[in-house]
């Protein structure tokens, strides 16, 4: 190790009296806990979602889903090369997209219903859309986003035309589809974007990341607002409280938090019973009272976010749960595994 | 892995660096004589620089292999000496190459060591004079394979790469043939008691068959190769003695060759002479090549068999396999460490063992039938008694679901299912031999799986028959490897050839063995391979030094720029305002109490689940906006965005605000978002069209703005730099404001809602609630 610059010393040292700083100043803000504050609230009951449907016709894993606004169709991607928008009410496939390569680790359905994005280990990102077939049938292949030097972990509309996505070399992106063209590029996280979650009114996102951290972005900016740390290892997922003051974050350390935006801090942390799972997705429910996290052994877990306690598993999967996606009205829960399976729960 | 084309240059330059590290490595092992290079593997880089690797499974494992050459080479040569980025090239790449690792150090210590132990140095030279038949016949039949990959060479020499490529995999098959010759007489020195030496001299002689090539064509090929004089000639050597071994000048030049590893091996086993037949299956295990893939096999089950009949403890010798295994690895322990499967197969094969001890344990027997007799087999239900007597387990399901775990990762299998799971009924199980152990980091690659499965068609046994998706995965792997399918048919030859001579109980104990671990590792559609790690995350423990990720990125370029940036964010970070996070709990509970009612998890909705009434009606409603149900309506009264994001609701109110002769604010308001969203090239007229209809200072519907907001926005849009889609926000936000502070509140007052409320009323009977949450 060279010697170290006195400059550049000098300049961690002051970083380091920041941090402790905020120590302080978040201590100073910590009056008291979630539980303190919600310890009186009513007990919710425990969550009564039942594996419903399997919707079968991947035949590799399946690393990805996404609902689409309608509440009703949702797209899933999987190894097998292949991007599958489903009617989970009938549980039919309303269309299936051969991929060009079949490294998908991220799918996403613009709100609207109309396009569908995915991206991978094939360093791009591609739109596809869905209401325009080319002279094969399948849906027409609009866009191929490239220049990315890692492989796409998220991907999420602002609306039709507009894509934000996050990548395995730390950038964070965001694309113009009318144009085909990058309107901002920037070094989003210390390691790989693993999780993206747009805000209830799109003009903010977080981003989890494997640099344990969480980061506060706004859509128009390349630098953070805010920065929130807490978690021990790599920050696989996060979700946007619907009131969009809060989000909750999972994590491969086992755990899944809660941030304030406002308090600028972690405000609490949820663990699972047994601590044998690290968690790879999360989920909130309408009113933000239940955390759904999706768990590495196959479970899906659930939290009572106030009263900070665990509220109940659900088995069903026989391998790591690698994606779930709850519908925006908030009624079906659809989760992806390496069992080659995308259940829905009810 | 074919289509991420940024990578491939890469690999490619990884692959010749692990190239030539290989020919050096080769060149030392030949002269030396550490030797444990599969020769399988190599042929597989070979796939990969052809870009022929497409396999699913493949690309979790493939670049690490790659990549992961180097350090398996650093550690034989010398143990300690080891770069960091070598030893963090990884976690994955370990898992791949574990059971070649598996000797190294043993290795490294004889040789420092072998100088001073003349005594088993003449032992084992004896061993080879007495076994020199076998080693002749062994040589010949490596004559055979290499030269048909030299000729599928010569098809590419053009090709740089593969031309070096190849050439390794001549000299290491022959490399490894000559470990395996002196593997054998060790062994059986070491187990001159145990009934091994039979089984493991018996597959030898058969082999002479498949010899039957001239030596001369290999001569021919290799040497003109570039840069691998030393290498090629030296194996060509080897070659030319082992081909014509009749003669005793040759068979003594053969046996120099052999020496030193015959003396490391030999030194293993009088390392280690409690566990003598399973440790020397273990340590030949990492000398272990393709074809001498079948003796370790069966040495280990003869050592399995041993523990079966008493003679073995099995603890004693699984465990000091252990030991090796770790002190092994050691510099990479650290990440084989932090592997959860490592730790949970160590807890596994810790109550695996105890299953198996001989009187505590589960009972093993031998069922006879009529004209049958099924060898080494337990049913179901003795297992699930024996762990609900013996483990900490509460009830039947529990001990099903802790078997089937056992099973999914391949310690116990049914005899005859490729779905490996536990049933509680009479079903016959066996257990898997150390050797197949997941622990043991098993990456097996396709050539494997091919050979393996081209065996499986040359028994015409039933019940060796492929299964429907063994027969696709064959097809595949074989258009996949066509170039060098000979050399996999041959193979697999050899090792059937094997195979038939041994005992016929033993046979179907091995095969069925066999096909466990390739259902743990090549499971059927359906089953979870539980052998893998999540790709996203391979990818960044390193195990790609030249791929994608964050592992190998560059801190900064200048860290007093980065480090000043950091600091003004945290400066930023200092002087926002935070609120208590009592404040912010609040506003979560009073998020809470509000939508509750709209949870579904929580109240049931108005309307049916869809998806458990199979009636639609809920979307329906959404679409045809007649009627609005009165919990609909109440969400109008939470916030404006509510109210908006509703389109009965903005009907509403946009009606109420014409009546208020401020409609204009809603649709600016409007007219701004959308054109926010709009593509660039409609951007700059629809700015100007907003502008004219509602700030400029004729505007027909003016908005009531403040004069520094439409200075504002005036100033945007005649920037120099043209408007951009965001000049209108302070103005939007002020007239947002603007009606979420006025109109907003006094349209909830109106009879207009209060009226459409009641009307929703009548028209809904209020659903009671089943959960007797709502306070």
Redesign the interface.
């Known amino acids: 190790m060279p010697k170290v610059d006195p400059e550049i010393q000098k300049l961690y040292d002051e970083i380091n009296g920041m941090i402790e700083k905020f120590r302080e100043d978040q201590k100073a803000k910590a009056d008291c806990t979630l539980q303190e504050k919600c310890g009186d609230m009513g007990d919710i009951p425990k969550i009564r979602l039942a594996p419903k449907k399997v919707l079968k016709g991947h035949i590799n894993k399946v690393n990805s889903v996404h609902f689409a606004g309608d509440s009703r169709h949702c797209v899933t991607g999987s190894l097998d090369g292949k991007l599958i928008i489903w009617d989970t009410w009938t549980a039919n496939k309303v269309q299936i997209i051969p991929l060009r390569s079949a490294w998908v680790m991220t799918v996403a359905f613009s709100p609207s219903g109309n396009f569908v994005a995915c991206g991978g280990m094939d360093n791009q990102c591609t739109v596809y859309d869905v209401n325009n077939r080319d002279a094969s049938g399948v849906a027409k292949l609009t866009r191929e986003l490239l220049g990315y030097e890692g492989f796409l972990s998220s991907c999420r509309f602002l609306d039709d035309t507009h894509l934000i996505t996050g990548s395995g070399d730390m950038k964070i992106c965001h694309w113009d589809l009318e144009k085909g063209v990058k309107t901002m590029d920037f070094n989003g996280h210390a390691g790989d974007i693993a999780g993206l979650s747009l805000s209830p009114d799109m003009n903010t996102y977080i981003t989890g990341s494997v640099d344990k951290t969480a980061k506060l972005w706004d859509v128009r900016e390349d630098v953070h607002k805010q920065m929130f740390f807490g978690h021990e290892m790599d920050v696989n997922s996060v979700c946007y409280h619907p009131n969009g003051m809060a989000f909750a974050s999972a994590s491969e350390d086992q755990t899944a938090r809660m941030y304030d935006i406002r308090s600028d801090q972690q405000i609490a942390l949820y663990e699972p019973p047994q601590k044998n799972t690290g968690f790879t997705s999360c989920a909130l429910s309408t009113s933000g009272r239940y955390l759904l996290c999706s768990g590495i052994e196959g479970n899906i877990h659930s939290f009572d976010t106030m009263k900070v306690c665990h509220n109940g598993m659900m088995a069903g999967h026989e391998n790591r749960i690698t994606c779930i996606s709850l519908s925006p009205n908030g009624m079906c829960l659809a989760s992806t595994s390496w069992d080659q399976q995308v259940r829905l729960w009810l | 892995?074919v289509?991420?084309s940024?990578e491939v240059d890469k690999t490619q330059a990884t692959i010749a660096n692990a190239m030539a590290q290989k020919v050096e490595n080769s060149t030392t092992s030949l002269n030396g004589g550490v030797e444990r290079e599969d020769g399988v593997e190599v042929t597989t880089c070979g796939g990969l620089n052809n870009g022929s690797l497409?396999f699913?499974e493949k690309?979790d494992s493939e670049k690490p292999t790659v990549d992961h050459k180097s350090p398996q080479h650093d550690g034989a040569q010398e143990n300690q000496k080891k770069e960091d980025t070598e030893v963090t090239g990884g976690h994955m790449a370990k898992e791949t190459e574990l059971p070649v690792a598996n000797a190294c150090p043993a290795k490294a210590k004889e040789e420092d060591s072998s100088n001073d132990t003349p005594n088993e140095d003449k032992g084992t030279t004896n061993c080879v004079n007495t076994e020199k038949e076998q080693t002749e016949t062994t040589s010949c039949d490596t004559k055979s394979t290499t030269t048909t990959t030299i000729i599928n060479n010569n098809n590419n020499n053009n090709n740089n790469i593969s031309s070096k490529l190849e050439t390794v995999t001549t000299v290491q098959i022959t490399t490894t043939t000559t470990t395996e010759t002196a593997t054998t007489p060790t062994n059986t020195a070491a187990n001159q008691s145990s009934d091994n030496a039979t089984d493991i001299t018996t597959p030898t002689p058969t082999i002479t068959t498949t010899a039957a090539t001239p030596t001369t064509s290999i001569t021919q090929n290799t040497s003109p190769t570039p840069n691998k004089s030393n290498c090629s000639s030296s194996a060509t050597a080897t070659l030319k003695s082992s081909s014509s071994g009749t003669s005793t000048q040759q068979t003594t030049a053969q046996q120099q060759t052999l020496l030193p590893s015959s003396i490391q091996i030999n030194k293993v086993n009088a390392n280690a002479p409690t566990s003598s037949s399973a440790n020397a299956a273990g340590s030949s295990s990492g000398t272990n090549a393709s074809g001498s893939h079948q003796r370790n096999q069966q040495q280990q089950q003869q050592s399995h068999h041993h523990q079966g009949s008493g003679g073995q403890q099995p603890p004693s010798s699984s465990q000091h396999s252990m030991q090796t295994h770790s002190g092994n690895v050691n510099h990479s322990k650290n990440k084989n460490e932090d592997a959860p499967n490592i730790l949970v197969y160590k807890k596994m094969e810790a109550i695996v063992e105890k299953m198996q001890a001989e009187s505590t344990g589960v009972s093993v027997r031998t069922v006879k039938g009529f004209m049958t007799k099924v060898p080494s087999v337990f049913t179901g239900a003795d297992l699930i008694s024996w762990i609900l007597k013996n483990l900490d387990v509460e009830d039947v399901t529990e001990a099903l679901h802790f078997a089937h775990l056992l099973a999914s990762h391949g310690y116990i299998f049914p005899i005859d299912d490729h779905q490996l799971t536990v049933k509680n009924d009479g079903t016959f199980y066996r257990f898997q031999t150390p050797y197949f152990w997941p622990s043991n980091c098993w990456e097996p690659e396709n050539t494997d799986y091919a050979v393996y499965l081209c065996k499986r068609t040359m028994q015409n046994k039933t019940r060796l028959e492929l299964a429907d998706y063994e027969a696709e995965n064959l097809a595949k792997l074989q258009k996949m490897f066509s170039r060098k399918w000979e050399f996999i048919f041959m193979q697999a030859e050899s090792q059937s050839k094997v195979a038939k001579k041994r005992d016929k109980l033993e046979r179907k104990v091995l095969d069925s063995q066999e096909r466990a671990f390739w259902d743990v590792h090549r499971p059927m559609?359906?089953c979870?391979?539980?052998t893998e790690i999540?790709?996203?995350?391979a990818?960044?423990r390193g195990a790609s030094s030249h791929g994608?990720?964050?592992g190998g990125?560059s801190v900064a370029k200048n860290?007093?720029e980065l480090?000043?940036r950091?600091?003004t964010?945290?400066?930023q970070?200092?002087e926002?305002r935070?609120?208590?996070?009592?404040?912010?709990?609040?506003?979560?509970?009073s998020?809470?109490e509000?939508?509750?009612e709209?949870?579904?998890?929580?109240t049931s909705?108005d309307l049916p689940?869809?998806?458990?009434t199979d009636s639609?009606e809920m979307?329906d409603a959404e679409k045809n906006s007649k009627e609005v149900s009165m919990r609909r309506c109440k969400r109008w009264a939470f916030s404006m965005?509510e109210l908006l994001k509703d389109p009965m609701g903005r009907e509403q109110f946009a009606k109420f605000l014409e009546k208020e002769y401020s409609y204009e604010n809603l649709l600016f308001w409007e007219s701004v978002q959308e054109m926010k969203?709009?593509?660039?090239?409609e951007i700059k007229e629809t700015i100007q069209r907003i502008w004219q209809e509602f700030l400029a200072p004729d505007a027909p519907k003016a908005v009531n703005v403040d004069s520094k907001s439409v200075e504002l926005a005036r100033e945007a849009v005649n920037s120099p730099n043209g408007p951009n889609r965001?000049c209108f926000d302070v103005a939007a936000a002020h007239v947002y404001h603007l009606m979420e502070r006025d109109s907003y509140p006094r349209y909830l007052r109106s009879d207009m809602y209060k009226d459409y409320i009641n009307c929703s009323r009548k028209k809904i009977k209020s659903i009671p609630n089943l959960?007797g949450?709502k306070?």
Do not use: C, H
């Not at chain 2, 935070?578 to 509970?589: D, F, G, N, Q, W």
């Not at chain 2, 689940?609 to 458990?612: F, Y």
């Not at chain 2, 969203?677 to 090239?681: D, E, G, I, K, Y």
């Open positions: 892995m289509t991420m940024t497409n699913a690309v559609p359906g979870v391979n539980t999540d790709i996203k995350k990818y960044r994608t990720g964050s990125a860290p007093i480090l000043t950091i600091i964010l945290r400066k970070k200092l926002r935070t609120i208590k996070v009592s404040k912010a709990a609040e506003a979560l509970v998020y809470y509000q939508y509750n709209f949870d579904y998890f929580i909705p689940n869809p998806w458990q639609t979307w965005r969203a709009l593509p660039q090239s965001w959960f949450v306070r």
